[in-house]
């Protein structure tokens, strides 16, 4: 029986992972991808406070990653496929075993959303990507587009330019959402062509992608824009879909938490990308592992 | 006009003012003290994420302070008197001026109460400790001392079983105040040695703590505890005194929140060890900037 099971070795469950090592309790940390989560898909990262010019965020997740490992807690890779209940234990279900913990954390973080057009899902790994970190090299010299008008978006664009020759960047909105500081960035980066109220309608190509139709929102008329490459960043939806009616979650599928990190269910806390937040950013999720570990130290003191 | 005014340079302030800055806001914070705040008492810090092994308090905080200056933002050392909140704007007075700002946001941070003895300021951070968290894993196979009666004192007394070989908790009246299953745990657990009835008069040591001097307050008898840590749990005060009756505070002065660090008067947030929270941590310090600066952002939308 473990005092903890952390589903989720991102940021949030890694630093669960080293407040309940701390507080001294049995943990153990399952993960159904790679170590990291959703930020490994970007590829530096400059607002983690005490990293002045930023850091690469596989390092930052390495470090992160010791840190854990170094008290003794252990990173298992696996699916979770279900968690049941109890009053005094909960049961979480892989692919391999059953296992039981006094509390369960869910941090299970969130991927990125398509954009649902012809063309995206045919594409995949042939010029459409969400990850610039990852498939940028693959386009030094090229054309390519950029898809989105968040923060994220912004970001990846003006990473995109260390490759590409140029970037197109489409919004469907007349301005975009994303920190004024971006947006003075992609403004003045010259390989970076804006394309605002515009909307994509079909990735176009044969074996791989040679283009994008695009739809301007006000008068409807669509255009194509030649490029080898379309990184999409519309949105994100959190890794909740295991949970299915356990606890309550909001419209989109994230997990509705006290500011304690309980979910719905006692023994079982959210923290991270997962759950309904207003803020999703590196610091934001570990501070809610933290949270979290403590508020399970909490609840398993009648047991002990 | 400031978009934003933050009190406090802690790590709070200092996560607040690097956000800010990224979302393109005229930011200043305002420090009463040095910068870095509460956190400075303790020597190094294992728990704050990304930092296997530890970092020096000084050096993490050093770094903070070069992220949030990096972007242009100004360190006032100024202690704020009073804060009057209009309709489209807040004033902040200090000494020697009075500032307006869209938003205010009170980082202001706490201290620890101390107990006022012989020895106690001489030995901070070297066997004085106000938080079993940070500085426990420095005391593993050794003896220590905790004072205090109250919940606080009770859960970092069991907490630091898990490193300390003996922990003598030691309290002024003949029963703890805190919670019945806290008394319990506390009770059963073998290694907490009970001094009831009982004051510290003197922290002792040469160049670190070796022991303390208590007085048993029925019979006036004095003796001597040997021990290299002392962690005294008098109380948390948090610095909000100058705001008077401005906010809705909690029986213990701390600012109420919601889960977008909005306190009861609109347009002033709160972050950090002044706000009523669930755990205190330099990471969820770090969080709770984040999403302050962030709501203050948006807070400040209609006026840009």
């Known amino acids: 029986m473990y005092d903890l099971i952390i589903i989720g070795a991102g940021p949030a469950g890694l630093t669960a992972g080293l407040y309940a090592a701390r507080f001294g309790m049995h943990t153990l940390i399952l993960e159904k991808n790679f170590v990291g989560g959703q930020i490994i898909l970007s590829p530096t990262i400059e607002n983690f406070p005490g990293f002045p010019g930023g850091i690469k965020t596989g390092v930052l997740i390495e470090k992160m990653q010791k840190q854990v490992e170094d008290l003794g807690v252990k990173i298992s890779l696996s699916e979770v496929l279900k968690i049941e209940s109890g009053r005094d234990a909960r049961k979480v279900f892989t692919q391999d075993e059953t296992l039981e913990a006094r509390t369960v954390l869910i941090a299970s ?59 197109n960047l489409i919004h469907r909105r007349e301005e975009f959402r994303g920190s004024d500081i971006l947006k003075k ?22 074996k ?20 080898e490459g379309v990184f999409i960043f519309a949105g994100i939806h959190p890794n909740t879909d295991f949970l299915k009616s356990l606890l309550q979650l909001d419209k989109d599928g994230f997990i509705i938490t006290d500011q304690e990190m309980n979910s719905s269910v006692k023994g079982i806390f959210a923290a991270g990308d997962c759950r309904h937040s207003p803020l999703w950013q590196v610091v934001t999720a570990c501070s809610d592992g ?9 609840f398993i003191a009648p047991y002990r």
Chains 1, 2 share one sequence.
Not at 126 to 132: E, I, T
Not at 191 to 205: A, H, P, R, T
Not at 208 to 227: H, L, Y
Not at 290 to 298: E, K, P, T, V, Y
């Open 185 to 206: 960035e992609v403004g003045r980066n010259k390989k970076i062509n804006i394309i605002l109220e515009s909307v994509v309608e079909e990735i176009l190509g044969e």
């Open 290 to 298: 933290a949270i979290a570990a403590h508020s399970a130290h909490r």
């Open 109 to 167: 973080g969130a991927y990125p959303k398509k954009l649902g057009v012809a063309g995206e899902d045919k594409f995949i790994g042939r010029g459409v990507s969400y990850c610039g970190t990852c498939d940028g090299p693959l386009f030094k010299d090229k054309e390519i587009c950029v898809v989105g008008g968040g923060d994220r978006a912004l970001e990846e664009a003006i990473f995109l330019t260390t490759y590409a020759k140029k970037v």
């Open 208 to 227: 791989k992608v040679s283009g994008v139709k695009i739809k301007n929102i006000k008068d409807n008329r669509t255009t194509q824009v030649g490029c």
